[in-house]
C-alpha cells in the first residue's frame, strides 16, 4: 500500500523517472522555461528548487550534489572568466572564454537572481489540453 507515500510517480519506473526528471530539470534550467504536461510539471517543482537550493549555497559540496541531479549540458554560448559575462560568439572580444553549460548557468546566475527569495523559484501556469490525447498542459518557469 501506499499510505503516506507523497512521491509522484509518473506511471514509471525509479529508474526512468529519475531520467524524465533530471532531463526535464536541465531543460528548464537552460531555457528558463518549457511546456510540459501537468502531473510533470507538478513533480518537477519540488526537484528544480530543491537544485536551486543547493545552487544558492554554492560551495564545492553542493556543486558536487547538483550534478548528481541534472544533466550538465553544453548551451550553445560563452563565458568570459574576467568579467564572467555571456556571449554568443567570441569573435571581436579579447579575453579567456569557456564554454557556458547548466551547471555553470546554475551556480552563476540562476542562484544570484534568487539570492533574496526564501523558495518559490518556480511558477506553473495552465496552458489548454493538448490537441492530440487532450492532455493537460503547463508551462513551468523560472521566476
Known amino acids: 500500500m501506499r499510505h503516506q507515500c507523497k512521491r509522484h510517480r509518473l506511471g514509471r519506473p525509479q529508474d526512468q523517472r529519475k531520467a524524465l526528471l533530471r532531463s526535464l530539470a536541465s531543460s528548464l534550467l537552460m531555457h528558463g522555461e518549457i511546456k510540459t504536461t501537468m502531473a510533470k510539471a507538478k513533480a518537477l517543482k519540488p526537484y528544480v528548487e530543491q537544485i536551486i537550493s543547493l545552487a544558492k549555497k554554492g560551495d564545492l559540496h ?82
Open 62 to 143: 553542493s556543486r558536487r550534489q547538483a550534478v548528481k541531479l541534472i544533466f550538465d549540458q553544453q548551451t550553445g554560448k560563452q563565458i568570459n572568466l574576467e568579467t564572467n559575462e555571456v556571449v554568443e560568439t567570441t569573435e571581436g572580444v579579447e579575453g579567456k572564454f569557456v564554454d557556458e553549460t547548466v551547471l555553470r548557468k546554475l551556480f552563476n546566475t540562476v542562484a544570484k537572481a534568487n539570492a533574496e527569495r526564501n523558495g518559490g523559484y518556480t511558477r506553473i501556469y495552465r496552458l489548454p489540453p493538448r490537441r492530440g490525447d487532450a492532455a493537460e498542459m503547463a508551462l513551468i518557469q523560472l521566476v
